[in-house]
Nanobody, 123 residues
Framework: QVQLVESGGGLVQAGGSLRLSCAAS????????MAWFRQAPGKEREFVAA????????YYTDSVKGRFTVSRDNAKNTVYLQMNSLKPEDTAVYYC????????????????WGQGTQVTVSS
């Protein structure tokens, strides 16, 4: 089992920044690819960003490229999502997820999920 706890969400004005953190416990964190997903009201959960288990490869959905940065610190068992130039359309509950070794854009490929943290961007 892997337990994931997100933090860092909140209310921010358009153009502002937030940094989300996801602390992991349980099994060996460095064996897991980590990803961030988000879900807005009435919409499906969508892929935002992912980082490989070594941290050497990162992936982003097109709408956040150049604004968001995903990273991980395996010594701290933590993955981060730095979000800059936030837009109202970024408003959603953000979830971190863990998958053994393989990075994916598809939610069913992730076995472990956090409880989510709300990000609200006002215009």
């Amino acid at each position: 089992q892997v337990q994931l706890v997100e933090s860092g969400g909140g209310l921010v004005q358009a153009g502002g920044s937030l940094r989300l953190s996801c602390a992991a416990s349980g099994r060996t964190f460095s064996n897991y690819a980590m990803a961030w997903f988000r879900q807005a009201p009435g919409k499906e959960r969508e892929f935002v960003a992912a980082v490989s288990w070594k941290g050497s490869n990162t992936y982003y959905t097109d709408s956040v490229k150049g604004r968001f940065t995903v990273s991980r610190d395996n010594a701290k068992n933590t993955v981060y999502l730095q979000m800059n130039s936030l837009k109202p359309e970024d408003t959603a509950v953000y979830y971190c997820a863990a998958a053994l070794y393989e990075t994916s854009r598809y939610p069913p490929n992730y076995a472990y999920w956090g409880q989510g943290t709300q990000v609200t961007v006002s215009s």
